[in-house]
T-cell receptor, first 112, second 115 residues
Framework: SQQGEEDPQALSIQEGENATMNCSYKTSINNLQWYRQNSGRGLVHLILIRSNEREKHSGRLRVTLDTSKKSSSLLITASRAADTASYFCATDDGQGAQKLVFGQGTRLTINP | SQTIHQWPATLVQPVGSPLSLECTVEGTSNPNLYWYRQAAGRGLQLLFYSVGIGQISSEVPQNLSASRPQDRQFILSSKKLLLSDSGFYLC??????????????FGSGTRLTVV
């Protein structure tokens, strides 16, 4: 079953605006990760946040984690056309084999 | 540096034909290896994972099988393809110990169309 569920399924904004995507999950986690996928390509790891962290930054990316609500958000600031891609959250329950369960993804379109 | 190779990039196969997709990792030893499938416009479904040579764990019962004949080689197979096997197949790896702290590294994927 899918652990992470992203919201919205699709998001279209103008270049320069901020994009926010949300992820909800169901069970306890060890960490939560965000990945990016350009059309027809493999996924690329963006950022990881551990269960004992509440916020993390990497360049124009900001991730928050609320374990009490079992939710996370990914904020991309000052969006660019090159940010157009699908974004997935994935959770690790820390139960061994280091398996990730991925959500359905958010399709982000940045309009120039 | 570590690299992951996945081939072929695209494949069109008739129903009932066999399948063999290969994934190899270079520049590391004893990686954890994973096969995922992605339906069009959907998330990723974990199919198989392996923590060592000859060690295969199946996540979803289906028409597919996996093997790991060498430390850095992971193969996805089927004896007879079904239409429902169509999808985008992705291989991924991490270091065996604590690798998940750095995230998965994915191959470029194989788009399989069963006709």
């Amino acid at each position: 079953s899918q652990q992470g569920e992203e919201d919205p399924q699709a998001l279209s904004i103008q270049e320069g605006e901020n994009a926010t995507m949300n992820c909800s999950y169901k069970t306890s986690i060890n960490n939560l990760q965000w990945y990016r996928q350009n059309s027809g390509r493999g996924l690329v790891h963006l950022i990881l946040i551990r269960s004992n962290e509440r916020e993390k930054h990497s360049g124009r990316l900001r991730v928050t984690l609320d374990t009490s609500k079992k939710s996370s958000s990914l904020l991309i600031t000052a969006s660019r056309a090159a940010d157009t891609a699908s974004y997935f959250c994935a959770t690790d329950d820390g139960q061994g084999a280091q398996k990730l369960v991925f959500g359905q993804g958010t399709r982000l379109t940045i309009n120039p | 540096s570590q690299t992951i190779h996945q081939w072929p990039a695209t494949l069109v196969q008739p129903v009932g034909s066999p399948l063999s997709l290969e994934c190899t990792v270079e520049g590391t030893s004893n990686p954890n290896l994973y096969w995922y499938r992605q339906a069009a416009g959907r998330g990723l479904q974990l199919l198989f994972y392996s923590v060592g040579i000859g060690q295969i764990s199946s996540e979803v019962p289906q028409n597919l099988s996996a093997s790991r004949p060498q430390d850095r080689q992971f193969i996805l197979s089927s004896k007879k393809l079904l239409l429902s096997d169509s999808g985008f197949y992705l291989c991924a790896w991490i270091h065996g110990a604590g690798g998940l702290n750095y995230g998965y590294t994915f191959g470029s994927g194989t788009r399989l169309t069963v006709v």
